[in-house]
């Protein structure tokens, strides 16, 4: 089994930072950072970050909004799909750099930074994303469950 462990740790109005550690190795190891979008008590359409939990991750073919994903990079077999989110629908994970490129979705990127507004935004998100994927789709591809578990820290 392959485990995705999201850990936030940074906050700003809009905006969530956080870390994405892989496990399927002895340890935990570093993968790169997430982008969400803010926390809430009560959920907002495309303006609320995941609730805290443990999710399957699946594959989406179908997702019209991602398809341009399938047909430029001919890897891309569909959308990392978080399964069961609370109150939510098709939260995928997939690249970003601001909480404007989320709706309610787990942004990765190589490295993550402060702006002068107090929000948070990533770099190099593309690289992130296909390095991750490629990761998850060796999992998946030998039958393997891929979960992931959203905490703060």
Not at 25 to 35: K, R
Not at 88 to 95: A, R
Request: charged fraction near 30%.
């Amino acid at each position: 089994m392959l485990w995705l462990e999201v850990v936030r740790y940074a906050y700003g109005d809009d905006s969530t930072l956080g870390k994405l550690y892989l496990s399927g190795v002895p340890d935990l190891a570093f993968e790169c950072f997430t982008l969400e979008d803010e926390r809430r008590e009560v959920k907002v359409k495309g303006e609320t970050c995941i609730p805290r939990g443990m999710y399957e991750v699946k594959l989406r073919h179908d997702s019209p909004k991602y398809k341009h994903f399938d047909e430029r990079w001919p890897w891309h077999k569909g959308m990392l799909w978080l399964q069961n989110v609370p109150g939510f629908e098709y939260i995928y994970i997939h690249p970003g750099n601001t909480d404007d490129d989320t709706e309610g979705c787990l942004l990765v990127g190589k490295s993550g930074a402060m702006l002068p507004d107090g929000e948070f935004q990533l770099m190099q998100s593309r690289e992130a994303y296909q390095a991750l994927y490629r990761k998850v789709m060796l999992a998946m591809d030998a039958g393997e469950r891929v979960m992931c578990n959203v905490r703060e820290r």
